[in-house]
């Protein structure tokens, strides 16, 4: 199940993702697979189609304002928190 939803991908307002890439070390495979000029949205959906969650939820992360990031991680946990009970 991704924790990435429309409504998050909404609030990423870069118009590429290479702003967003300088900020933090994607894996190995994600690197080879992204290229500055995608924009956010494509960018997520190339990662998850090579099943890149983790590099999918990172490029978000890091892509949101930081108040942004903070409130969607506490939904994720709340998420993962219900599933586990």
Do not use: F
Request: proline share 2%; hydrophobic share 45%.
């Amino acid at each position: 199940m991704t924790r990435i939803n429309e409504q998050v991908l909404g609030q990423l307002k870069q118009a590429s993702i290479a702003t967003i890439i300088s900020r933090y070390q994607a894996s190995e495979e994600a690197s080879k697979l992204l290229e500055p000029t995608l924009t956010p949205r494509q960018a997520v959906s190339v990662l998850l189609k090579a099943d890149l969650e983790r590099d999918a939820i990172q490029l978000v992360a890091h892509g949101l304002a930081v108040m942004n990031a903070i409130r969607w991680g506490l939904q994720v946990v709340k998420a993962l928190w219900g599933e586990s009970r």
